[in-house]
T-cell receptor
Framework: AQSVSQHNHHVILSEAASLELGCNYSYGGTVNLFWYVQYPGQHLQLLLKYFSGDPLVKGIKGFEAEFIKSKFSFNLRKPSVQWSDTAEYFCAVNGNAGNNRKLIWGLGTSLAVNP | ETGVTQTPRHLVMGMTNKKSLKCEQHLGHNAMYWYKQSAKKPLELMFVYSLEERVENNSVPSRFSPECPNSSHLFLHLHTLQPEDSALYLC???????????FGPGTRLTVL
């Protein structure tokens, strides 16, 4: 069955620490990969996405993610977090054809950054 | 600034009430979605409309009834809900079913 696994459910960091959030997926065929973020009291918004091309994707606010096909992974990274990065982060996957177009979501990772 | 708006933002209803959630997108997109967001569960896709036709219905109970009168508006009609239906209901839109989805702020629903 198609699924997305986010290994870290809760992460607490101090400002300036480096961040890596894990995302693994189980999915047949060509995939599109997304990271969404939900800041406190705000709507879900796209952080970055991978459809094809360079597997290292740059997103907003200094975030990046690397698609490693052999590991079925799309981990999110940021070299130095800020207090304003406190939010819920969601990994999602879909395909390009038929029923595979449905977006499959991970459980989310809650990130708290202490000032 | 989100191009997807939802009303109401908060709704409390009894199990015998009938209410409707409204979503409007101002992005010129062709696909619209209803999701249910509950604590400790992945985002659950409920319905997908593409070009105003329902293309996905994920075994959602009949007490939830969607309506898409045009490509900019999406409704979720609610009747005889259960307390376990309490959740955040999110609307989203995208240019097509594969592309990036843009979300509204959600309606926080509480069923008493």
């Amino acid at each position: 069955a198609q699924s997305v696994s986010q290994h870290n459910h809760h992460v607490i960091l101090s400002e300036a620490a480096s961040l890596e959030l894990g995302c693994n997926y189980s999915y047949g065929g060509t995939v599109n990969l997304f990271w969404y973020v939900q800041y406190p009291g705000q709507h879900l918004q796209l952080l970055l996405k991978y459809f094809s091309g360079d597997p290292l994707v740059k997103g907003i606010k200094g975030f990046e993610a690397e698609f490693i096909k052999s590991k079925f992974s799309f981990n999110l990274r940021k070299p130095s977090v800020q207090w304003s990065d406190t939010a819920e982060y969601f990994c999602a996957v879909n395909g390009n054809a038929g029923n595979n177009r449905k977006l499959i979501w991970g459980l989310g990772t809650s990130l708290a950054v202490n000032p | 600034e989100t191009g997807v708006t939802q009303t109401p933002r908060h709704l409390v209803m009894g199990m015998t009430n009938k209410k409707s959630l409204k979503c409007e997108q101002h992005l010129g997109h062709n696909a619209m979605y209803w999701y249910k967001q509950s604590a400790k569960k992945p985002l659950e896709l409920m319905f997908v409309y593409s070009l105003e036709e329902r293309v996905e219905n994920n075994s959602v109970p009949s007490r939830f009834s969607p309506e898409c009168p045009n490509s900019s508006h999406l409704f979720l009609h609610l009747h005889t809900l259960q307390p376990e239906d309490s959740a955040l209901y999110l609307c989203a839109s995208s240019q097509d079913p594969v592309d990036t989805q843009y979300f509204g702020p959600g309606t926080r629903l509480t069923v008493l």
